[in-house]
């Protein structure tokens, strides 16, 4: 570990984090170990370091520092370096922030948010995963993690309309709807911004892209640099307001739309100007409302449910009600909805390098609940989650197919595309 590390901001960190809800959290655990089975990184390897209990003892190390009884006389636990060493694994490499724990916990421990929050004491001391930290840096200076700046963007929408043959607004001066994108979909999963926008436009939506606000993820919330998480909303907030939308569209992305959707008002310091929907949500609002017609699939297909989309993200059914009458031969895994496994990505693993293999372990589990189905294909709405079993697909040729929800639908129009309109 480098000499550079900073113990006593770590710890300080620590220590204010605990001031409020997390400490009794810390110390509510009663150590039943029923957490253990809910955590893919526990199950997959077996190894008990990875259990979800085990990720609460910085926090709770810091808490007792604070409040023992002789605290006061010194002789409480301190912080040190091995335990920083220990630890870092743990809150970055082995936890999705997929809240699976939470649901089985007797106590209701927020696992999840602990390891969040215990991230921001390593960013504090000088630690973290390298590769995480710098697709923070990259949001921060270039715009996006894979460094998609506003002269990428409109070179890449360029590229998309002329290969799709679609229309992509950018920065037009007024939109009912912002769009926002992941730079992953950009880089590697262009076809599903095309259907995005062939989506919106069949329905007739008024909406845009902006060049002061494009990119959707918020890696500064999943290293732990909250500096940067700001950013990224002001970014959003900034361009929604320009254009005086009322609604932004988070893309097939579940920790975007968690980070805005739940933090980004913390993060702003006054309450979103605007709704912040997934596009899952987006979709099935309009196919409500009968602007969104398809022709059925006969193809046989499961669905994953990303973690901050359906479990934390409460938009579980909106995914169902899109495939509903849709995928004539839909199959749901077991479990599934909101006790789904995690794809093993989440939480800013899938862009941590040396976390490759405990994601591949962990993707054995959701090969196994879709051999089980029987369906060909597995489908997602989340770009990360994507990415994460498509390398390990990758890994384990693993010969089942994989695919974006948003994809299928835009493949399935039963109409031609509509030219946008001006109503939402
Ligand atoms: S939030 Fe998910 S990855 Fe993290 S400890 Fe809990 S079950 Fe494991
Ligand atoms: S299930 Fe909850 S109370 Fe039980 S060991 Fe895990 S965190 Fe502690």
């Not at 253990?36 to 370091?49: E, I, K, L, T």
């Not at 002789?70 to 809150?91: F, H, I, S, V």
């Not at 920790?255 to 980004?264: E, F, N, Q």
């Not at 059914?317 to 794809?343: I, V």
Request: with cysteine; glycine share 8%.
């Amino acid at each position: 570990m480098s000499s550079d590390v900073d113990i006593n901001a770590a710890a300080g960190k620590f220590l204010k984090l605990a001031e409020g809800h997390l400490a009794a959290y810390a110390e509510a655990c009663v150590k039943c170990g029923q957490c253990a089975d809910a955590c893919h990184f526990y199950v997959a390897s077996g190894d008990p370091r990875y259990t979800p209990a085990y990720k609460l003892f910085p926090m709770a190390k810091a808490v007792r520092r604070q409040k023992w009884p002789l605290a006061w006389l010194g002789l409480a636990p301190r912080l040190t370096r091995d335990d920083l060493a220990q630890w870092e694994e743990l809150l970055f490499d082995s936890c999705t922030l997929c809240g699976r724990c939470t649901i089985v916990c007797p106590m209701g421990i927020d696992i999840a948010g602990i390891v969040s929050a215990s991230r921001q004491a390593f960013v504090a001391a000088g630690l973290g995963p390298k590769d995480l930290l710098q697709a923070a840096d990259n949001a921060r200076d270039k715009g996006s993690p894979l460094g998609v700046t506003p002269s990428v963007l409109a070179e890449r929408i360029d590229w998309i309309k002329d290969e799709h043959e679609v229309e992509i607004p950018l920065d037009k001066a007024k939109a009912g709807i912002l769009l926002t994108l992941s730079s992953v979909e950009l880089m590697k999963y262009p076809d599903s911004v095309a259907a995005m926008a062939k989506l919106l436009n069949h329905a007739g939506v008024d909406w845009t892209l902006s060049s002061k606000g494009y990119e959707a993820t918020n890696f500064g919330y999943l290293a732990g640099e909250m500096d940067i998480a700001k950013v990224m909303v002001e970014r959003i907030t900034a361009a929604a307001e320009a254009v005086g939308a009322a609604t932004v569209v988070i893309p097939e992305c579940g920790h975007a739309y968690g980070a805005l959707r739940w933090s980004g008002a913390n993060l702003l310091g006054r309450p979103l100007p605007y709704e912040v929907l997934h596009i899952t949500e987006m979709l099935a609002r309009l196919k409500r409302a009968g602007r969104l017609k398809l022709r059925p699939t006969e193809a046989s297909i499961t669905y994953h449910d990303p973690c901050q989309i359906s479990r934390r993200g409460g938009a579980t059914a909106e995914a169902r009600f899109l495939l509903d009458g849709f995928a004539t031969d839909f199959r749901e895994m077991s479990p599934t909805g909101n006790y789904n496994w995690c794809c093993g990505g989440g939480g800013g693993v899938q862009a941590i390098g040396r976390a490759a293999e405990l994601r591949y372990q962990a993707f054995k589990i959701k090969m196994d609940q879709v051999e089980k189905t029987g369906a060909k294909t597995m489908i997602s709405a989340c770009s990360n989650c994507r990415l994460t079993m498509d390398e390990s697909k990758e890994h384990w040729k693993w010969q089942g197919g994989l695919g974006s929800l948003v994809e299928l639908i835009a493949d399935h129009l039963a109409e031609p595309e509509a030219k946008p309109a001006q109503a939402r």
